[in-house]
């Protein structure tokens, strides 16, 4: 019948292969950092072990594979299958059988990150982690070089990036008044959680340039996204806004994937021909000699089926973005499907950053030589030129970065103390630089340092790229033998 006709959209072969492989792609670094990092942080002997909080933990609130058993060994096990399968769709073949398969090799990376991410705690936090496992759901059902894009499924990606954008744009407006008068980029670069290369070129800028940088946000996140759903080429030229701002924001920052999931996303709105346009080595005509493709009947009953479900669960986070109390990063079913976005609904003036130092000598006070730990992504060194890390997660950077804005009191930080003083291997990998190369130190503390980036006069002076200042102890020295800090 014709009107089934409607249901295929042959003009979005491009943006079916940019999404397919591009999720893929951002799967592939979200189970690399996992493998790297999972262990340390929160394995069997990590800062928050996960054997320990499945003692209190309720499957029926959050599956995970690990309900009834965890290790290392299989959480290495879980985070090589992901990359195996990562791998293979970022190689486009699964996409080269029936539609079942890419769709089952993508809900099969949507369990096992999300088994990964539901005993992850503080650590897997973050509201990147639920788009990429909302992403990677929606993604599932886009079919195979088989069949046409369907089109439902390419609509309810634009509603993610919709969700995504317009959610961060609200939370801004309805946040600190330093997005109402424009001056929230004065600081936000220089505040940022883990600055990249060129985020003090970007934070020194004139101030008129940063207003025009939250004006073009507000365009960006406000109104372009309604046009996601516009005729083309408004769709595609609304896609390409959207991408170009996100470009900017990897260029002048560091946040994990959560920016390149945008941009992979958006081009859900990007048609073949508009595409062709913009770049004509690009093919019209993707499949030439694969006849007339269809959606067979059961794969469009099964993502007509999934088309319905996903526009049920809508209703909670619609709900939320026109609510006065708009929730920042939250979802409302324990699948991680069709959730809330935004962030940084406030920005911070001042940069606090917590530098962690130990010494050999038995004796903390007078003179004893204090040695600093380096981060790879966190400030720390005034003169190192910050690194870029994005998509990369460093998760331990992150962390680091809220407690000045929380409390430097928290469980997994005394245990990171304690496994500094204890030189532990996997923990110090997740270090730049061990000052005591391998050596258990006697004693640790922590201090807070007020940063702010050198001008363009105090670095040609210093050939300093940062200015702290020391506020105050935040933790005394403490050590394995007995504590004149705070323990707990």
């Known amino acids: 019948m014709d009107w089934v006709s409607w249901f295929d959209a042959p003009d979005y072969e491009f943006a079916r292969q940019v999404l397919q492989?591009?999720?893929a792609v951002l799967y592939f670094v979200a189970f690399l950092s996992s493998l790297n990092q999972f262990p340390a942080l929160l394995g069997e002997h990590g800062l928050l072990p996960v054997p320990r909080y499945l003692e209190g933990f309720s499957v029926r609130r959050r599956p995970t594979l690990f309900r009834w058993r965890y290790s290392d060994r299989l959480l290495r096990w879980v985070c090589a299958a992901g990359l195996v399968i990562s791998a293979l769709l970022m190689a486009g073949l699964p996409q080269l059988g029936p539609p079942w398969v890419p769709m089952l090799a993508f809900l099969a990376?949507?369990?096992?990150?999300?088994?990964?991410?539901?005993?992850?705690?503080?650590?897997?936090?973050?509201?990147?982690?639920?788009?990429?496992?909302?992403?990677?759901?929606?993604?599932?059902?886009?079919?195979?070089?088989q069949t046409e894009p369907p089109r439902t499924i390419l609509i309810l990606v634009a509603w993610l990036v919709f969700r995504l954008e317009f959610g961060a744009g609200m939370i801004k407006i309805r946040g600190g008044r330093e997005w109402r008068d424009l001056t929230a980029l004065y600081y936000h670069h220089e505040t940022q959680p883990m600055?990249?290369?060129?985020?003090?070129?970007?934070?020194?800028?004139?101030?008129?340039f940063h207003r025009l940088e939250v004006l073009g946000n507000h365009f960006a996140q406000l109104i372009v996204p309604f046009f996601l759903f516009a005729p083309q080429p408004l769709a595609s030229i609304a896609a390409g806004i959207i991408i170009f701002t996100q470009l900017w924001l990897v260029a002048s920052g560091n946040f994990a994937w959560l920016n390149w999931i945008a941009i992979v996303l958006a081009f859900a709105a990007v048609s073949d021909s508009v595409a062709h346009a913009v770049f004509p080595f690009l093919p019209l005509d993707w499949h030439p000699d694969a006849g007339t493709r269809g959606n067979p009947p059961?794969?469009?009953?099964?993502?007509?089926?999934?088309?319905?479900?996903?526009?049920?669960?809508s209703y909670w986070p619609l709900r939320n973005l026109i609510s006065k109390g708009q929730l920042m990063n939250a979802s409302f079913n324990r699948w991680q499907l069709v959730n809330t976005y935004g962030a940084f609904g406030t920005?911070?003036?001042?940069?606090?950053?917590?530098?962690?130092?130990?010494?050999?000598?038995?004796?903390?006070?007078?003179?004893?030589?204090?040695?600093?730990?380096?981060?790879?992504?966190k400030p720390g060194d005034v003169r190192r030129l910050p690194r870029q890390w994005a998509p990369y997660h460093l998760r331990l950077d992150w962390l680091m970065w809220f407690l000045p804005l929380r409390t430097v009191h928290e469980e997994w930080f005394y245990a990171f103390l304690g496994k500094l003083l204890e030189a532990d291997p996997r923990t110090l990998r997740l270090l730049r630089e061990d000052p005591f190369d391998?050596?258990?130190?006697?004693?640790?503390?922590?201090?807070?340092?007020?940063?702010?980036?050198a001008t363009r006069s105090e670095f040609r002076e210093s050939r300093e790229r940062w200015v702290r200042t020391l506020l105050y102890e935040a933790i005394p020295p403490v050590s394995l033998r007995g504590s004149r800090g705070r323990r707990r």
């Open 21 to 23: 492989r591009g999720i």
């Open 109 to 145: 990376l949507w369990l096992l990150y999300m088994s990964i991410v539901n005993v992850g705690q503080t650590f897997y936090g973050f509201g990147w982690e639920m788009l990429i496992l909302e992403a990677g759901f929606t993604v599932a059902f886009l079919g195979s070089d």
């Open 195 to 208: 600055p990249g290369p060129l985020s003090r070129q970007a934070h020194l800028l004139p101030k008129p």
């Open 298 to 313: 059961y794969w469009l009953a099964l993502t007509l089926a999934v088309t319905i479900l996903l526009v049920v669960l």
């Open 347 to 377: 920005v911070t003036r001042q940069r606090i950053e917590i530098v962690v130092e130990g010494t050999l000598d038995a004796d903390p006070d007078g003179a004893a030589a204090w040695r600093e730990y380096g981060f790879k992504g």
């Open 438 to 453: 391998g050596e258990p130190p006697r004693w640790v503390r922590v201090n807070s340092y007020l940063y702010r980036f």
